[in-house]
């Protein structure tokens, strides 16, 4: 089977050869990776209600703790020096510097901690991560591309979170057109023009890749 994307009003998902339908036993990773703004937090909150098999992977990240996150729920909200000597003691499976100084990670100790508990591992990571992810796991993985209808749209979106100043907001414009061409790269590629629709596209996805449908 080859790549596919999902578009607004499509309801066919089919996954990239060798991605077989995942047994109970063995945890599993499900990758959500967008450009900021897209929509892949609220997805995945919406998978770790709807699904008690998921458990959510908590990354590591140097930026500020915004208004109502939770240090060890949210994020692990770690200082620049935390970060780099968790770098040289190789704690990380994956990390990337986002942004000059803004650092997130994965912790080896994160999957074991859930895959220990019985759980499949769910990921809300940044688009470089999750490739990261993907090849390390292959087709363990699940790697799921969160696009929004358009960058207008994503300006939009990122105007009404009124969490970002013009400079930083440039920023992610910036990044995120960068991002869009990984999109490819990626074994589903979900289009979030409506939540609701794009929530049970997701839930339906997910399903079926862990075999609980």
């Not at 992977?57 to 935390?82: A, M, P």
């Amino acid at each position: 089977m080859g790549l596919i994307y999902q578009k607004p009003g499509g309801d066919t998902f089919e996954l990239k050869s060798g991605l077989l339908p995942g047994k109970m036993a063995e945890g599993k990773l499900i990758i959500f990776s967008a450009p900021s703004g897209s929509g892949k937090t609220t997805l995945v909150k919406h998978l770790l209600k709807h699904i008690p098999e998921l458990s959510f992977s908590v990354s590591c990240t140097t930026r500020d703790k915004r208004k109502n996150e939770i240090d060890g729920k949210d994020y692990y909200f770690l200082t620049v020096d935390e970060f780099k000597q968790k770098i040289k003691n190789q704690e990380f499976i994956e990390y990337e510097e986002v942004y000059g100084g803004r650092y997130y990670g994965t912790l080896h100790t994160e999957i074991d901690r859930l895959w220990n508990a019985g759980k499949h591992v769910i990921f809300d990571i940044d688009v470089k991560g999750g490739l990261n992810l993907k090849k390390q796991f292959k087709e363990r993985a699940l790697a799921v591309f969160v696009s929004p209808p358009s960058l207008t749209e994503l300006e939009k979106r990122l105007r009404e979170r009124c969490t970002e100043s013009e400079e930083t907001l440039k920023m992610r414009l910036d990044k995120a057109d960068k991002e869009l061409s990984y999109a490819k790269d990626f074994d589903v590629v979900l289009v979030n023009e409506n939540l609701e629709k794009a929530e049970i596209k997701a839930e339906k996805l997910v399903k079926s890749f862990l075999n609980l449908q």
